[in-house]
């Protein structure tokens, strides 16, 4: 029997109401996807909203910045987007060894502790992004070496440790113990049952988790802003620095690029969450 879950009672308000407020939240949501992405079709020097002209100029640009050789500035645009991977693949790989384990002891232990590390874990997400970047800041400073990239990495890894885990926490609390009971009663030990038996049911969970953790290690900015050095920069601080005088045209063609390959990262997450997808 399939049950309506918007009423019609009241001439059908209760649903109109529902369904307005629906497209209300996602175009405030997407507004600014829309005009970004409208105005990298422009053909104007300017930003100037609509635009009169449409061209694919400066995605041209884009392509030009990432074959040739910038030299306004101190990194190029290629250092930075490497960069900025090299930091999202380190930042993925710390903390899905850190969760997993971790995911798996909270589940299986005593459920005081549990809601206590989850509360310790969830406070990056408290804290204001500006007060954790001066917090990390004061930190590098005060070790008085130069830890080159990791200035960066540790702090994203913080930043992204709560998304991971309640991703890996999730996929836990659908495996039950008797599953692993099962399997060393069969004779595997209790670390083979755990790589052959849990792991493989928390596949879905901790991809998600990963993909969580390399958009927004890659995303990141706020932190970031205090983290970087003339060296060590990413994408996310190259497009900022092509923005402090004027806009450039060209960062919202390479912003509709990465706003691409976020939703389609997104979107694999949400299969994977559903489990209508697997990669492995």
Known sequence: MRVGLLPTEGGGTYRFAVIALAIVGILISSLPVIVVTIMSFSAADNTGFPPEALSLRWYGEVIALFTNEDA???QSVVDSTLTSLLVAVIVMAISTLVCIPLAYALARGDRRIR???????????????VILGIAFLLIAESLRVDIGIWRIIIPHVALVLPFVLRNCLGAMSGISVELEEAAVSLGASPLRAIWDVVIPLMKAGILAGLIFALIISFNEFTITFFMYTIDVSTLPIWMYSRTVSSLDPSTLALSVFIIFADVLLIVLVDKLIAGRASLF
């Open 72 to 74: 306004s500035s101190a």
């Open 115 to 129: 809601a206590g590390m989850e509360l310790l874990f969830t406070l990056p997400l408290v804290f204001p992004l």
